[in-house]
């Protein structure tokens, strides 16, 4: 079969469609998951058992889902299949770390928060003053503030000039590979902005992977992985989570698959705030925790930083809004529902929580998103299902 093309990715690369190896399914008595917590405090509605195993077969093609649930004040983890396909691999547990891609994001927004807390940079700062002096900016480009590449509204187009032509060797594998700093720098100044900033919503790789740059610049720091773990990480005790594809000792790095194909790990040299993150369920499900409550947490700016990127910052159409990248969704009983995706060539995950039902739920998945996968979308019913 020939292969065709497919709708935009998650992270607005094209997919491919192609020809579908068989992969083997997933053991019959696995079907449920294995269940590491209080699982019966939490699964005790039809509803929300019924949600969850839909989540659990949502994406066709992966051999492996880790769910983590959280409600009031309980959390339970569920790990289903194997980290690769090789039938001898040990079953995934709540520590199998995924690509996370662009739910690589609100760790980059609460990086921003913390340092503004810290008084390293505020906010409103323009994007220009903490980049290095050479770099130069498109026209207009001098207004754009660390608030609008946060809540996507800097003008800035969802990817870098040439990154496309660039990666047309290893478009359906490792796209952002051959993309390095000095690649983004030349980019930006190549750029021509979609809308004046701060007057339109468009999500953009491009502009949270600058803010990245950025609060290396604002912080004096060379190494994106090593300013957040020292941050964000290591106080919230978040031990699975770097831009590593080699996974800490004690814990296992699931293999990520393509229409049932092996990919490569996914590297984003250029752009690491932007969806270099390896992340585990038990951890994802950590930062949401610290997010309803961020009185756990004893460091006092990331306390602060933590209701800081929860603030609702753009009220948009359809009940609709922005936080510090976080997305918004108001739910009918006029509670806000707080959600962000990600996705690699060959995982996918989901991160959301509910401040006022005191709800979260986070899912990976080790498979691209592609037509048929209803993963994202499951994964958000069953949050919508997780009622206090």
């Given amino acids: 079969m020939t292969p065709t093309p497919a709708d935009p990715g998650a992270d607005g690369l094209p997919v491919r469609v192609g020809p579908t190896p068989r992969l083997p399914h997933l053991a019959e008595d696995d079907a449920q998951g294995r269940h590491h917590g209080e699982a019966g405090t939490i699964l005790d509605s039809a509803g929300v058992r019924q949600a969850v195993t839909s989540l659990l077969s949502a994406a066709p093609g992966a051999s492996t889902v880790v769910v983590g649930l959280h409600r009031a004040g309980h959390r339970t983890l569920i790990a289903r299949g194997r980290a690769t396909t090789h039938r001898d691999a040990a079953p995934s547990t709540p520590a199998t770390r995924f690509e996370i891609g662009s739910l690589t994001k609100p760790f980059t927004a609460l990086l921003l928060a913390e340092q503004a807390a810290s ?7 323009p994007l220009c003053r903490h980049l290095p002096a050479h770099v130069l900016l498109p026209p207009g480009g001098r207004a754009i503030t660390l608030t609008h590449l946060a809540t996507h509204t800097s003008g800035l187009p969802r990817l870098p000039p040439g990154l496309l032509r660039q990666a047309l060797p290893t478009l359906f594998t ?15 100044a190549r750029t021509r902005l979609h809308a004046p900033p701060g007057t339109r919503v468009r999500y953009s790789n491009f502009g949270v992977g600058l803010l990245g740059h950025a609060l290396l610049g604002a912080a004096g720091a060379t190494d994106y992985a090593a300013l957040l773990h020292d941050r964000v990480l290591a106080p919230l005790r978040l031990h699975d989570i770097d831009c590593e594809p080699t996974p800490p000792a004690g814990t296992t790095q699931a293999t990520g698959y393509w229409h049932r194909r ?37 460091v006092p700016t990331l306390r602060t930083a933590l209701k800081e990127v929860c603030r609702p910052r753009l009220r948009l159409p359809d009940n609709r809004g922005m936080a510090l990248v976080w997305n918004i969704r108001t739910r009918p009983d006029r509670t806000r529902l707080y959600h962000h995706a990600g996705a690699t060539r060959g995982c996918t995950a989901f991160a959301g929580f509910n401040l006022q039902h005191g709800t979260a739920l986070v899912a990976l998945a080790n498979t691209a998103p592609n037509l048929g996968n209803a993963f994202i979308q499951a994964a958000y019913t069953a949050l919508i299902a997780l009622r206090p």
């Fill in 119 to 125: 008084g390293v940079l505020d906010l409103n700062d």
């Fill in 174 to 188: 490792n796209p952002y590979a051959g993309f390095t700093t000095d690649h983004v720098f030349g980019a930006l």
């Fill in 262 to 298: 092996p990919m490569p790990p996914f590297h984003v040299p250029g752009l690491p705030a932007a969806g270099a993150l390896r992340a585990s369920a038990r951890d994802l499900l950590t930062l949401t925790e610290a997010l309803l409550d961020p009185r756990t947490t004893s």
